[in-house]
């Protein structure tokens, strides 16, 4: 008889249909809300809001998105289809960034901004969970990475075309916002249209508490180290608003506010440029490792802003720094979080890490900008410095 030698299936590429999918409504996404990113400093300080206004704004509507995150992680594990819950995300993201141009006080900003980041939350497990699904648990890194970089690229585009518009436009600040309705609508149409949904047996319905004790113990212990990494991870607007602060006196008000744009800029394209090669270093190396390197990046980063002097060359390291460790804090977490977490667990393990993170968001946005409101620069960044470096020693505590 013939021998027949039956040899292992070809693992399906990583990057198919749904993976290109997700990354390009990713791209679409955060190019439509970095456009509003790169111009609210400057919006609000038309408004006359302190420093302390951009921290409440960030972390209340960082808070609102990780409630939504963790509700959302509970309610779709136990969906057949889910998809539909995403696109609805991306629809409520795209409308509240545009309904900036209807803002004439902050508090109505914090109500735009906080809206689309109840979106962002609902999305943002679902979208997670559907990429794990569509790829192997040797590639997740690379899937990961992939989707971060599209949406970085989408980071690098928003503010180039922020500075664009503002150069064609001038400060019309209603025609500015409404234009991210562009690029925002269409990454929901995306999700909806490209994005192909696995089959899944959805989980059967058990309480919220119980669904959190049956997470693994050691994805527990990981969410202790980004909690305490969190709390000292503030929103980067931040470190738009110190580039026109420290510019401005010698450069001007309207010179030093685009030297932050392009600044925001380099933070972006840096952080593109990053995120696949974290996402190959996940595959191929410790990934508690390559994630306390992110971490200790930014602590570096935090005390270079304490030490160093406060002028463009100094604010060019800062923004290198702050792309470069958020590139590889993100990719990795969540590739981490996938190999730590059943497949079944997916949309609760995202939904529970990404609530973890924007509480840290939530907490370290408006304990950085008090710090720096009432004790100066120094207080606020060597805080984030310390809890960086904590949060790194505790990660390779984690056993892989």
């Known amino acids: 008889m013939r021998r027949v030698v039956v040899g292992r299936m070809k693992a399906p590429p990583w990057l198919n249909r749904t993976v290109l999918g997700i990354g390009l ?56 289809r889910r998809k539909g819950i995403a696109v609805v995300g991306y629809v409520l993201t795209a409308l509240g960034t545009a309904a900036f141009g209807l803002a004439s006080n902050a508090w109505h900003v914090l109500l735009a901004r906080t809206t689309a980041w109840l979106g962002r939350g ?54 500015l916002f409404a234009l991210t309705l562009l690029p925002g609508l269409a990454a929901a149409a995306l999700m909806a249209f490209v994005v192909r949904e696995q089959a899944r047996t959805a989980v059967s319905h058990i309480r919220f508490g119980a669904s959190l004790r049956e997470l693994p113990a050691e994805f527990r212990r990981l969410l202790i180290a980004v909690g305490l990494f969190g709390l000292g991870d503030f929103a980067h607007t931040m470190l738009i608003l110190l580039a026109v602060q420290s510019l401005a006196p010698t450069l001007g008000a309207a010179t030093a506010a685009s030297f932050g744009a392009g600044l925001y800029l380099l933070h972006n394209a840096l952080y593109a440029t ?3 090669a974290a996402g190959w270093l996940a595959d191929h190396f410790d990934k508690r490792r390559v994630l306390a390197t992110g971490y200790l990046l930014a602590a570096v980063m935090g005390i270079a802003i304490v030490a160093l002097p406060p002028n463009l060359w100094t604010l060019a390291l ?53 710090l720096w409101t009432t004790l100066g620069i120094s207080a606020a960044f060597g805080y ?8 790194a020693a505790l990660v390779l505590r984690v056993k892989g």
């Open 274 to 276: 990053f995120a696949m």
């Open 25 to 80: 409504a990713s791209l679409c996404s955060d190019w439509s809300h970095e456009i509003a990113t790169t111009l609210l400093p400057t919006f609000l300080a038309t408004m006359g809001a302190a420093a302390v206004w951009l921290g409440v704004i960030e972390g209340v509507s960082d808070g609102v998105s990780s409630l939504a995150k963790l509700a959302s992680g509970f309610y779709t594990d136990r969906l057949r």
């Open 318 to 370: 800062v923004f290198a720094l702050g792309g470069v460790y958020v590139a590889i804090e993100e990719t990795l977490e969540d590739s981490l979080c996938a190999e730590l977490v059943p497949p079944a667990q997916h949309g609760m393990a995202f939904g529970t890490l990404a609530t973890v993170n924007g509480i840290g968001d939530f907490a370290s946005s408006i304990v950085v900008g008090l």
């Open 122 to 175: 609902v999305r943002t497990p679902v979208r997670k969970a559907l990429l794990a699904a569509a790829v192997t648990r040797e590639t997740y890194g690379r899937a990961f990475g992939f989707e971060r970089m599209m949406d970085t690229v989408g980071a690098v585009i928003g503010p180039a075309t922020a500075l664009a518009l503002l150069a064609l436009l001038g400060h019309d600040y209603p025609m």
């Open 384 to 391: 984030s410095a310390v809890l960086a470096a904590c949060g």
